[in-house]
């Protein structure tokens, strides 16, 4: 179950979250926890997390691995932070900062260059659904996105199907269109990587999961896992996602 806590979160607040949290992944068998905080909060979250079995994520990175680049972070800065994950082309990033499928390429090479786990995002807008092209959209971003890659580094990557219309909207796929989309991502995994990449390759689900729908979104066959932006801020919240 991943965390993007988008842009919200001091350190200080990153310490609080994980004191609260700590308790309930050592009280029971939690699935595997990714925590992408803010940058700045990178050193409070890895001292935090310390002992837990949870990773921590940069929530973006750039491609190039130094330079005269101001305001972009690399991979191998992520790494050397303690980061083990990093997203790579969340709607957020496409809508507002111009990323493109292109970009989304560089940046999962640059990753699994540094040594992360890119967390890699596709998902159709409402007037992409609705128009019928979905599946197109889909095999476009990840066609475009995953091209460059053999079969080993694929299996160093974390698909998330987030259909932007439902993120941060309170409106859900229901488990059966999460589903349908998640199979297909996996069918196009299996023509392009094989049988075995695409049955290992995690696919996770994003777009308002909260503890009412979680257990119905992860019953589903190719739902690997969530990945919760809201629902993600309150340690209690959180940590009632992970069962
Ligand atoms: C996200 O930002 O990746 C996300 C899924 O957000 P939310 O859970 O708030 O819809």
């Known amino acids: 179950m991943a965390a993007n806590w988008k842009m919200h979160k001091t ?4 310490a609080e979250f994980f004191a609260a949290l700590r308790p309930r992944l050592l009280a029971g068998a939690a699935p595997f926890v990714v925590v992408a905080p803010p940058f700045p909060c990178i ?7 310390a002992g ?4 921590i994520a940069g929530q973006n990175l750039y491609w190039e691995p130094r330079g005269a680049f101001t305001g972009e972070v690399s991979g191998p800065i992520l790494k050397a ?7 790579v082309g969340h709607s957020e990033r496409r809508q507002y900062f111009g990323e493109t499928d292109e970009t989304v390429n560089r940046k999962v090479g640059a990753a699994l260059e540094a040594g992360l786990t890119p967390i890699v995002c596709v ?3 409402l ?7 979905t599946e197109t959209v889909l095999r476009r971003q990840f066609e475009r996105g995953l091209w460059s890659l053999g079969v080993e580094q694929i299996l160093n990557c974390v698909l998330a199907y987030e259909p932007v219309w439902a993120i941060g909207t309170g409106r859900t796929a229901t488990p059966e ?5 998640h199979a297909f991502l996996r069918s196009l995994a299996q023509s392009t990587f094989g049988g075995e990449a695409a049955g290992h390759l995690r696919i996770l689900y994003g777009g308002s999961v909260k503890p009412e729908n979680v257990a119905g979104l992860m019953a589903q066959p190719d739902v690997d896992g969530g ?9 209690a919240c959180f940590a009632s996602l992970l069962g």
């Open 11 to 14: 350190p200080a607040e990153t």
């Open 177 to 181: 269109t999460a589903q349908a989309a």
């Open 123 to 125: 998902g159709e807008t």
């Open 81 to 87: 932070a303690g980061c083990d994950y990093v997203i």
């Open 127 to 133: 007037a992409e659904r609705e128009a019928g092209h």
């Open 43 to 49: 050193p409070a979250a890895v001292v935090a997390a």
């Open 52 to 55: 837990l079995d949870v990773a």
């Open 227 to 235: 990945l919760v932006g809201g629902a993600s801020l309150d340690a």
